[in-house]
């Protein structure tokens, strides 16, 4: 499935599909992004990152594409399982190290 | 490596009194410790940036005098919420960053003003 990020906050997906979360950043001089999960009541986990000399960079199951044109980031998980279920988070940061944290959408995984 | 700690995870304090959160890091030098606040079902909203040594900055809306920061080694910082309010109930995360600028979080603490 697919979601436009800050427009739907809530992506349902089939387990064992793919699921792809997009994000939209308004800093044209970001330098570095970031998406994280965030399960319950825990503090986000990094996924998964990349820097604004690339526009793809894959990870274990998860892929992050960096359209700098349009400012959009997207995050796809192959065979999105269960414990994907989550909040996740798009985050950029430019120079001063401090991240702008996206809106977030939460990612229901169904049996 | 890399682990962040928070005290406490969670902590129920009266309206009018103070609660301090610690923030640690466990296995590495912070150079830098952010603080964050999170409402539930909103995204994370840095409240300030903490140097070991120097005064914290604080962003923009966020009272300085009431969320007292120190950061009084390179592997602790506090936050100090006075005289706590229902509204100041929320989800405070800390982050450190490591000499490599690599972003660590904590797990986050729970506050409940009654």
């Known amino acids: 499935g697919e979601s436009v990020g800050l427009h739907l906050p809530t992506l349902s997906v089939q387990e064992g599909d793919n699921s792809i979360i997009n994000c939209a950043y308004s800093n044209s001089a970001s330098d570095y992004f970031i998406w994280y999960k965030q399960e319950s009541g825990k503090g986000p986990q990094f996924i998964i990152d990349?820097?604004?000399?690339?526009d793809k960079r894959q990870g274990q199951r998860v892929t992050v594409l960096l359209n700098k044109t349009v400012k959009h980031l997207s995050l796809q998980i192959a065979a999105t399982q269960p414990g994907d279920s989550a909040v996740y988070f798009c985050a950029d940061t430019g120079a001063n190290s401090k991240l702008t944290f996206g809106k977030g959408i939460t990612l229901s995984v169904r049996p | 490596g890399a682990v962040v700690s928070q005290h406490p995870s969670r902590v129920i304090c009266k309206s009018g009194t103070s609660v301090k959160i610690e923030c640690r890091s466990l296995d590495f030098q912070a150079t830098t410790m952010f603080w964050y606040r999170q409402f539930p079902k909103q995204s994370l909203m840095l409240m300030a940036t903490?140097?070991?040594?120097?005064?914290?900055?604080?962003e923009q809306g966020v009272e300085k005098d009431k969320f007292l920061i120190n950061h009084a080694s390179l592997t602790l910082s506090t936050l100090t919420v006075t005289s706590a309010h229902p509204e100041d109930s929320s989800f405070y995360i800390c982050?450190?960053?490591?000499?490599?600028?690599?972003?660590?979080f904590g797990p986050g603490t729970r506050l409940t003003v009654t």
């Open positions: 982050s450190a960053t490591d000499r490599e600028d690599e972003q660590y």
């Open positions: 990349i820097r604004s000399n690339m």
């Open positions: 903490s140097n070991e040594g120097s005064k914290a900055t604080y």
